[in-house]
């Protein structure tokens, strides 16, 4: 059995956020669990080749864009799944950071963080 308190897990900054990471691919469970942060007023060009994601949001409001400029508003109760390794921009509202918990299978490694280009900024 594995539990795990927020403060004992590994955090990373992932650019526009943080990442706590519950469980990791050493767990041997073969998926992640994150508490995410995504910053307010940040919009994030992400994509995961490697893995598919599933995200439910507890706290805050943002957007999901797709990369055909359909919006999907996030707010608590609301899940959204990366079932193709969609390429998506991830929104925070201006006034608020977004917090999501996250699934990612396979399991991420644990230092995991994005490249932000000119795609993802402030805003």
């Excluded at 509202?93 to 644990?110: H, I, S």
Aim: proline share 2%; hydrophobic share 40%.
């Amino acid at each position: 059995m594995i539990i795990r308190n927020l403060d004992e897990v590994k955090t990373v900054h992932w650019g526009n956020g943080l990442s706590r990471r519950f469980l990791l691919a050493a767990d041997g469970m073969g998926y992640t669990v994150t508490d995410t942060i995504v910053s307010a007023g940040t919009r994030s060009y992400l994509e995961y080749a490697n893995h598919l994601e599933a995200c439910y949001c507890i706290e805050g409001r943002g957007e999901v864009v797709d990369l055909d400029g359909k919006v999907h508003e996030i707010t608590p109760g609301t899940l959204y799944a990366l079932d193709n390794h969609d390429a998506h921009y991830l929104c925070a509202a201006a006034d608020e950071d977004l917090r999501l918990v996250c699934v990612f299978a396979p399991a991420l490694q644990g230092d995991e963080s994005h490249s932000l280009g000119e795609a993802s900024s402030a805003y």
